[in-house]
């Protein structure tokens, strides 16, 4: 069974600082995928950012980059140049991408984070 | 906008009605997800299904849920006999494939439909 735990409470950073979003995974699947996703508070799922297990670099798009560290399972965000519009919940989800199996993405419980002015 | 489309985006019930949530996938997208969102929780999976194929159920409650996905129109999530403890939100998602092939596929969320019960 896959397992993402995020256990940080809830984050705060100053506009334009970098902070970093913790997510450990358990998995016994050798292919697999992360994801991280962003939910503002009016509801909405929004993606940001997909890591493979195979893949040898990490991923980034834009300010989000992934900071995936295979053998301590672990799969942080890292938001460069925070901006008031990333005040919101993140929460990381993990895929099994093995052929033959499903498809559906186990969550963790989410971080808040608060950017402050 | 071609992304997710859900409806209701909000739902009130009384207790022991039925509930019925709608969701459009991307067009193009023949693979659909539920999810359910307690308060304070994050997205738990509840049911995968391909046009008229249920692929998986595992995290449908055994009682009162179903699912379809017809060939044509959106996708139904249904509640039976709603209880107070089925208020939450339910997220549809969609992706092109289920597996990964050339590439991965990430799934994409509608906005959610939230469900109050009275």
């Known amino acids: 069974a896959q397992k993402i735990t995020q256990t940080q409470p809830g984050m705060f950073v100053q506009e334009k600082e970098a902070v970093t979003l913790d997510c450990t995974y358990d998995?016994?699947?050798?292919?697999?995928?992360l994801f991280w996703y962003k939910q503002p508070s009016s509801g909405e799922m929004i993606f940001l950012i997909y890591?493979?297990?195979?893949?040898?670099q990490n991923a980034t798009e834009g300010r989000y980059s992934l900071n995936f560290q295979k053998a301590r399972k672990s799969a942080n965000l890292v938001i460069s140049a925070s901006q008031l519009g990333d005040s919101a919940m993140y929460f990381c989800?993990?895929?099994?991408?093995?052929?033959?199996?499903?498809?559906?993405?186990?969550f963790g419980k989410g971080i808040t984070l608060s950017v402050r002015p | 906008n071609a992304g997710v489309m859900q409806n209701p985006r909000h739902l009130v019930r009384r207790r022991g009605q039925e509930a019925r949530l709608r969701c459009s996938p991307v067009?193009?997208?023949?693979?659909v997800y539920w999810y359910r969102q307690l308060p304070e929780e994050g997205l738990k999976f509840m049911v995968y299904?391909?046009?008229?194929?249920?692929?998986?159920e595992s995290g449908m409650p055994k009682e009162r849920f179903s699912a379809e996905f017809p060939k044509e129109g959106p996708s139904i999530l249904r509640i039976q006999q709603v209880v107070r403890g089925d208020s939450a939100a339910y997220f549809c998602?969609?992706?092109?494939?289920?597996?990964?092939?050339?590439?991965?596929?990430?799934?994409?969320f509608g906005d959610g439909t939230r469900l109050s019960i009275l």
């Open positions: 998602a969609s992706s092109l494939r289920g597996r990964t092939g050339a590439g991965y596929q990430p799934q994409h």
């Open positions: 998995t016994s699947d050798p292919s697999y995928g």
């Open positions: 890591q493979g297990s195979y893949d040898q």
């Open positions: 989800a993990m895929r099994d991408d093995n052929t033959g199996a499903n498809s559906k993405l186990t």
């Open positions: 067009k193009g997208h023949s693979h």
């Open positions: 299904l391909q046009k008229e194929n249920i692929i998986d």
